[in-house]
């Protein structure tokens, strides 16, 4: 992925704000003031060029670069595992790699979703997930991600985010909608 290009949004930071290098992994902090772009605003976080590196920047981060948070995610007092697992699977539709516009339920990274009751009105969600390529930099930040989104759901109490690498991924487990984007199809 480049940096700059003609759709970048311009940006100059408000706070100082955490950012994850791309696609080494690494956590880093961005000053006041940094000016950058903009390049991909998909599932709640952003990609950004500064000084011809890109950063991810999470979505509670989201008011450093002028924008607004993710609104919190809501279900109904009386809500069944269906509709937490429904929910499961919108939430993990909002992660996404920061160099592919696409997310990971589409690209075929997700092998499998279950979830346990804990105590009434609570639960465990499990999720087995893969890479791309097995030595991707941003594996652990994606497991994380996606963690950290599923345990915004409303009685999830816990999230079990596991990496696996069996089967391993092919371009074939992709949605035709992942490959049109990605320019496979």
């Known amino acids: 992925m480049s940096g700059f290009n003609l759709s970048s949004e311009p940006f100059t930071l408000e706070r100082d704000c955490t950012a994850v290098m791309v696609p080494q992994g690494e956590s880093v902090t961005l000053p006041a003031g940094q000016v950058g772009y903009i390049t991909q605003a998909l599932g709640g976080s952003f990609t950004v060029y500064v000084e011809g590196n890109l950063f991810r920047i999470a979505g509670h981060d989201?008011?450093?670069?002028?924008?607004?948070?993710?609104?919190?995610?809501?279900?109904?007092?009386?809500?069944?595992?269906?509709?937490?697992?429904?929910?499961?699977?919108?939430?993990?539709?909002?992660?996404?790699?920061?160099e592919i516009p696409v997310n990971v339920v589409e690209l075929g990274l997700v092998y499998d979703v279950s979830l346990e009751s804990l105590e009434p009105g609570r639960r465990k969600v499990y999720v087995k997930m893969t890479l791309t390529a097995p030595g991707c930099g941003m594996g652990d930040i994606l497991v994380d991600d996606a963690r950290t989104k599923l345990e915004l759901i409303p009685t999830v109490g816990e999230a079990d985010v596991d990496l696996v690498f069996d089967p391993p991924w092919n371009y074939a487990m992709m949605s035709d909608v992942a490959k049109l984007e990605t320019g496979m199809l």
């Open 62 to 98: 989201a008011d450093a670069l002028g924008k607004e948070p993710p609104p919190p995610l809501e279900l109904p007092a009386d809500a069944s595992d269906e509709d937490v697992e429904k929910l499961v699977w919108e939430q993990l539709r909002t992660v996404f790699d920061p």
